[in-house]
């Protein structure tokens, strides 16, 4: 059985930063690109980055580049969202998701295309 476990969510004030950690189990990891999803209550939910098994190949939405970084131990099946410069806007609950086929620039924030996720974790960012 796969599950896909988010932690590292909390209130924090804005310009404070962050750790998410998600830890999977049941499947092999290195198989499996991942990413980061969140979504606000009333909103869609938006992809916000993604990496691939290797990490070499990263993307972020425009609205957290140059804040947020995604990065992955395959050895510890663990991957990290590190958010810095957060703002009250990111509020959020945060999910993880693993991917087992390819996705490019275009389609990877679409939250369909994966298939495993978590429960999520909740980051409220206070003004």
């Known amino acids: 059985q796969v599950q896909v476990v988010e932690s590292g969510g909390d209130l924090v004030e804005a310009g404070g930063s962050l750790n998410l950690s998600c830890t999977v189990s049941?499947?092999?990891?290195?198989?499996?690109?991942m990413a980061w999803f969140r979504q606000a209550p009333g909103k869609e939910r938006e992809g916000v980055s993604r990496?691939?098994?290797?990490?070499?190949?990263?993307y972020y939405a425009d609205t957290v580049k140059g804040r947020f970084t995604i990065s992955r131990d395959n050895a510890k099946n663990t991957v990290y969202l590190r958010m810095n410069n957060l703002k009250p806007e990111d509020t959020a609950k945060y999910y993880c998701?693993?991917?087992?086929?390819?996705?490019?620039?275009?389609?990877?924030?679409?939250?369909?295309?994966?298939?495993?996720w978590g429960q999520g974790t909740q980051v409220t960012v206070s003004p």
């Open positions: 990496i691939n098994w290797s990490s070499t190949q990263v």
């Open positions: 998701a693993a991917d087992s086929g390819f996705l490019g620039p275009t389609t990877w924030a679409i939250a369909d295309e994966y298939n495993y």
């Open positions: 049941g499947l092999t990891f290195d198989d499996f690109d």
